[in-house]
């Protein structure tokens, strides 16, 4: 089979892919059909956390397959109970809702915060404010939630209830909360699709202070910069906020469909039997995946992810043809002079895979990844960027 040209007959054009057909990995070197290696910088987009052929990962998911692949949410099963408690126990808040997905976490993480309310206060209080630059998903719900307009073309009418402030500036925020129609603020401690732009301490503290004084859930999107991305287990942990309900997946059970929705506690009751439910939610294969990712970022780990993240500021920070690098941990933005277009495929040409977000390369390699090799791609990126 020409993977390539069966591809673009029989599958949706939505991805603008690149002529590589990986075949196969191991950690952070992947392959393609003729043998060659690749660094991988990507890690799906921050999917896989402990790179690819993890062999803890594997064995769970095996192991998990071999006694039930899946089961209705009617009955308990033991990987999604050890789950749950677990990114309890990593996160303070008090339950859990599993979905599919970053988008479903986030339409879930809507539906709570617009039934607190309205439970509490009645209807009308239903507006969420964003973030310009924002991005919380791509279903219609999640897409009206998203700050970016280019996102938003073709796809009207959206749905209402949702206004887009910008990042950084408490004086819009309250402004949108003067009208007392709101019931949630929305953010995400770094924008990732919206450019690797982490928010300011001093916004996020503001931010926080006056959504509890004005009893507005403060909704914290973890999809990407969450399990230990960014050198804490949440990103939210470097302001030393609490959020009423975080929304988290990609990492999360490190390659398999999984996201998860975190209440505290003003709203671990809000979504009582019957007003929320997904079909595949915590399926056993997954969530037996989630707990050999979860169970394994320790304190250790997210040292290491903040040193080697250190590391990649410190040698690109005013390396020839870089402009700024911006982002946390394992979640890095490098914009520079040269188009990122053209640095992606001349890394690729040398054996790296990096990613894009807006006009930045964008750097989520496994937590795991070597140093050395870590070294050796970023090394790559610096020489390309150069050139």
Same mark, same amino acid.
């Given at each position: 089979?020409?993977i390539?040209?069966?591809s673009?007959?029989?599958?949706?054009?939505?991805?603008?892919?690149?002529?590589?057909v990986?075949?196969?990995?191991?950690?952070?070197?992947?392959?393609?059909?003729?043998?060659?290696?690749?660094?991988?910088?990507?890690?799906g987009i921050?999917?896989?956390?402990?790179?690819?052929?993890?062999?803890a990962?594997?064995?769970?998911?095996c192991?998990q397959a071999?006694?039930?692949q899946?089961?209705?949410?009617?009955?308990?099963?033991a990987?999604q109970?050890?789950?749950?408690?677990?990114?309890c126990?990593?996160?303070?808040?008090?339950?859990v809702?599993?979905?599919?997905?970053?988008?479903?976490?986030?339409?879930?993480a809507?539906?709570a915060?617009?039934?607190?309310?309205?439970?509490?206060?009645?209807?009308?209080?239903?507006?969420?404010?964003?973030?310009?630059?924002?991005f919380?998903?791509?279903?219609?719900a999640?897409?009206?939630?998203t700050?970016?307009?280019?996102?938003?073309?073709?796809?009207?009418?959206?749905?209402?209830?949702f206004?887009?402030?910008?990042?950084?500036d408490?004086?819009?925020?309250?402004?949108?909360l003067?009208?007392?129609?709101?019931?949630?603020?929305?953010m995400e401690m770094?924008?990732?699709?919206?450019?690797?732009?982490?928010?300011?301490?001093?916004?996020?503290?503001?931010?926080?202070?006056?959504?509890?004084?004005?009893?507005?859930l403060?909704?914290v999107?973890?999809?990407?910069?969450?399990?230990?991305?960014?050198?804490?287990?949440f990103?939210?942990?470097?302001?030393?906020?609490?959020?009423?309900?975080?929304?988290?997946?990609?990492?999360?059970?490190?390659?398999?469909?999984?996201?998860a929705?975190?209440?505290?506690e003003?709203?671990?009751?809000?979504?009582s039997?019957?007003?929320?439910?997904s079909?595949?939610?915590?399926?056993?294969?997954?969530?037996?995946?989630g707990?050999s +990712?979860?169970?394994? &970022?320790d304190?250790?780990?997210?040292?290491? !992810?903040?040193?080697?993240g /250190?590391?990649? $500021?410190n %040698? #690109?920070?005013?390396?020839p043809?870089?402009?700024?690098?911006?982002?946390?941990?394992?979640?890095?933005?490098?914009?520079?002079?040269?188009? +990122?277009k053209?640095? &992606?495929?001349?890394?690729?040409?040398?054996? !790296?895979?990096?990613l894009? /977000?807006k006009? $930045?390369? %964008? #750097?989520?390699?496994?937590?795991n990844?070597?140093m050395?090799?870590?070294q050796?791609g970023?090394?790559i990126l610096?020489?390309?960027?150069?050139?």
């Amino acid at each position: 089979m020409d993977i390539i040209a069966t591809s673009k007959q029989c599958i949706a054009p939505t991805y603008a892919r690149v002529p590589l057909v990986l075949d196969h990995g191991k950690g952070s070197l992947l392959y393609d059909e003729a043998g060659r290696e690749y660094i991988d910088l990507g890690s799906g987009i921050a999917v896989n956390a402990f790179g690819v052929s993890d062999k803890a990962w594997e064995k769970a998911v095996c192991e998990q397959a071999g006694k039930i692949q899946h089961c209705s949410n009617y009955y308990y099963t033991a990987p999604q109970a050890e789950l749950a408690a677990l990114l309890c126990q990593k996160s303070g808040l008090k339950n859990v809702f599993f979905s599919n997905s970053g988008a479903e976490a986030n339409e879930c993480a809507i539906k709570a915060a617009r039934k607190y309310s309205s439970d509490k206060y009645g209807p009308g209080r239903h507006t969420i404010v964003t973030l310009v630059s924002s991005f919380h998903g791509r279903t219609m719900a999640t897409l009206s939630a998203t700050g970016q307009e280019a996102m938003h073309v073709h796809f009207a009418p959206f749905l209402p209830g949702f206004i887009h402030v910008q990042a950084d500036d408490i004086r819009a925020l309250e402004q949108a909360l003067v009208k007392g129609d709101v019931c949630a603020v929305m953010m995400e401690m770094i924008q990732g699709e919206g450019g690797v732009y982490p928010l300011d301490g001093d916004y996020v503290h503001a931010a926080a202070q006056l959504c509890a004084a004005k009893d507005v859930l403060l909704i914290v999107d973890e999809v990407q910069c969450g399990n230990g991305r960014t050198g804490k287990y949440f990103a939210y942990m470097h302001h030393g906020v609490q959020p009423d309900i975080v929304s988290t997946a990609k990492g999360l059970a490190g390659g398999l469909p999984m996201g998860a929705t975190l209440f505290g506690e003003k709203t671990k009751d809000v979504l009582s039997a019957g007003t929320h439910g997904s079909t595949y939610g915590g399926n056993p294969v997954c969530g037996a995946a989630g707990v050999s +990712v979860v169970s394994r &970022i320790d304190e250790e780990l997210l040292a290491q !992810v903040t040193e080697k993240g /250190a590391y990649i $500021k410190n %040698r #690109l920070h005013s390396a020839p043809g870089v402009e700024n690098v911006s982002g946390m941990g394992l979640m890095i933005g490098v914009k520079a002079k040269k188009d +990122v277009k053209d640095i &992606i495929a001349g890394c690729r040409e040398k054996g !790296v895979l990096v990613l894009s /977000a807006k006009d $930045k390369v %964008r #750097l989520l390699p496994a937590l795991n990844i070597p140093m050395e090799l870590l070294q050796k791609g970023i090394e790559i990126l610096a020489e390309v960027i150069a050139q």
